[in-house]
Structures are given as structure tokens and as C-alpha cells.
């Protein structure tokens, strides 16, 4: 069994240990090492110092983590964001919203109500003042849809916002930590 001399790298005191030995507690400042025993030398290193790292790594490790979690969910949010755009008559998209369709709703039932009156009026064969219900009936369906589809996104928008809320400070209380 060869004994070899070694330096406590907490108070600099000479140790002496075993070469089988691996870690050591000094007898004078109770530093906790970590015996290297190279090919050439013999060292001691701290063990407080290697967790240390170790911690700032873990830590470091979490906050990209939760970056990547957050560009991630901004990914996710655009996709879905493209899901609720409604297609104008001329190719514009845009966010739907309640106000927008219940007035072009009210319009149309206000154009399919014009339409049967005016056809009635003229003296119109039978089926042409029924396409003004024809109109209508679209125009209530157009207004439901579009304003669930906008209650939808609104709805889907706070739940994106909470959780990116949520994500970024996380990011934030791990890169304090």
C-alpha cells in the first residue's frame, strides 16, 4: 500500500492518503476533496466547488430549457393564431371580432329583408322573394360563426398570454436563482 502526500486545497495542510483512496474529508478545516490521482501527480480537488458548478450548470440548464419552452409555444400560438383568420372578399386576412360580425350580419339580414319586399312589391314570381330568406339564413349563420370563431380566439389568446406570463417568469426566478 503506497501512501502519498497531498495538499488540502481548502487550508493548503499536508494530508497523507492511501493511493485506493478517492475522496477525504481534511482533518483540519473539513473541507470535503476529491483525490485525483493522475499518471504523473497526485492532487486533491474541492468537492464544494465541483457542486457549486455543477448547480450553476443545472441552473443554466433550466433557463434554456424554458426559453426553448417559450419560442416553442410562440411557434404553437402563430399556427393556431392562423387558424382563426377570416379571408375578406378580396384575399385580406384578418382577426375575426364580434362587433365585425354581428354589423355585416345585421347588414345582411337588412339586405335579405330589402331583397323579399322589393321582389314582393314588383310582383315577382313565388321563388324569387325566398331567396331573400336564403340570404338571411346565410347571414345568421355567417353571424354565429364569426362570433364564435372571435370568442374562440379571445379566448385562446389570454390562455397564450397566461402561459407565456408563466414561462417568462420562471426564466426569470431561474436566472436569479
Known amino acids: 500500500m503506497k501512501i502519498t502526500k497531498v495538499c488540502c486545497q481548502g487550508c493548503g495542510a499536508d494530508l497523507q492518503v492511501d493511493e485506493t483512496i478517492r475522496f477525504a474529508t481534511c482533518n483540519y478545516c473539513h473541507a470535503r476533496l476529491e483525490i485525483v490521482h493522475d499518471p504523473t501527480v497526485t492532487h486533491t480537488r474541492l468537492l464544494e466547488n465541483i457542486g457549486r458548478t455543477t448547480e450553476q450548470m443545472a441552473g443554466n440548464l433550466r433557463v434554456i430549457e424554458l426559453q426553448n419552452d417559450l419560442e416553442r409555444l410562440d ?30 350580419g345585421v347588414i345582411a339580414i337588412v339586405a335579405g329583408v330589402v331583397w323579399m319586399s322589393f321582389a314582393a312589391g314588383m310582383g315577382a314570381p313565388f321563388p324569387f322573394p325566398l331567396f331573400g330568406l336564403l340570404f338571411i339564413g346565410f347571414a345568421i349563420f355567417g353571424m354565429i360563426n364569426g362570433t364564435s370563431k372571435a370568442s374562440g380566439y379571445r379566448d385562446a389568446k389570454r390562455s397564450f398570454n397566461e402561459r407565456r406570463n408563466n414561462l417568462i417568469r420562471q426564466i426569470e426566478e431561474s436566472r436569479r436563482s
Open 75 to 104: 411557434r404553437e400560438w402563430e399556427n393556431r393564431r392562423e387558424s382563426f383568420m377570416v379571408t375578406g372578399k378580396h384575399g385580406h386576412r384578418s382577426l375575426p371580432s364580434e362587433a365585425g360580425s354581428i354589423t355585416g
